[in-house]
């Protein structure tokens, strides 16, 4: 009887550590933004001061875009699903999937997915999020009176992809090609 209780208990044990959530976090990870103005080609802003919190769940991935570790000032927050990837919550708002594309970079590839953000309520607030789920955002393309556009770069690789995407004239790219900054 002291056997099947220990056995029980060890497979009870199993069971709840199985079934508890893990979360793995990546916390102030440097973010390199640019800031391009489409009308002005020569108006590109860098700026090195955003860190990102990503928070990995069992069921979904959390990005966090802030300009100090404190937090206190949020500039983007999204929730993506493992599961259902056809909707990106951006701060609050769920933006549907309307296409996707993959790249390859030092052999290996990438799924890029392009999410749309339009309230119909409003004007000027049109807007394609580029999102890579190792990295999170790459692109925001506010293709509105004010073109604006906005870069993330990770790292070389997401440098990389982020250059292809503003240089992609097909369909999936942003609404007007941009030339990237020499790196």
Known sequence: MG?????????????????TERTKNELNLPVISHRYHVYKKDSII??????????????????????????????????????DKTNLLIIGTECPLIAQKKYQIENQEFKIFKYDYDNHKSSDEETSYFYCEKYGLLIVDNYTEYGLVYSFEYDSISQSIVNQ?????????????LIPPAS
């Not at 995407?165 to 090609?177: C, E, N, Q, R, Y």
């Open 3 to 19: 056997k099947t209780k220990i056995i029980s208990s060890i497979i009870l044990s199993f069971i709840l550590i199985a079934c």
């Open 46 to 83: 860098e700026s090195n001061n955003l860190l990102l919190d990503k928070i990995t769940t069992n069921d979904s991935i959390y990005y966090y875009y802030k300009y100090d570790k404190s937090g206190d000032e949020l500039l983007y927050s999204l929730k993506r699903s493992k599961v």
């Open 165 to 177: 995407i503003l240089k992609d004239s097909t369909a999936f790219g942003i609404k007007i090609p």
